[in-house]
């Protein structure tokens, strides 16, 4: 179950890409997760202040 940003939510804060240990989320215009890196661990869930992101 890899990370799913809602685009609609994601202020691009960044703070995801930061705490991402497997390097798979990149913020542009929002937070863009490569589902091939991410390794489900959740840190992005738990770290993301807007809470946008979801395990899915």
């Given amino acids: 179950m890899p990370a799913v940003v809602d685009a609609d939510e994601c202020t691009a804060c960044g703070t995801c890409?930061?705490?991402?240990?497997?390097?798979?989320i990149k913020v542009e215009d929002v937070a863009v997760v490569d589902e091939e890196k991410c390794t489900d661990c959740g840190s992005c869930v738990e770290e993301c202040p807007v809470e946008c992101i979801k395990l899915e």
Avoid: G, L
């Fill in 17 to 24: 890409e930061e705490t991402c240990p497997a390097e798979a």
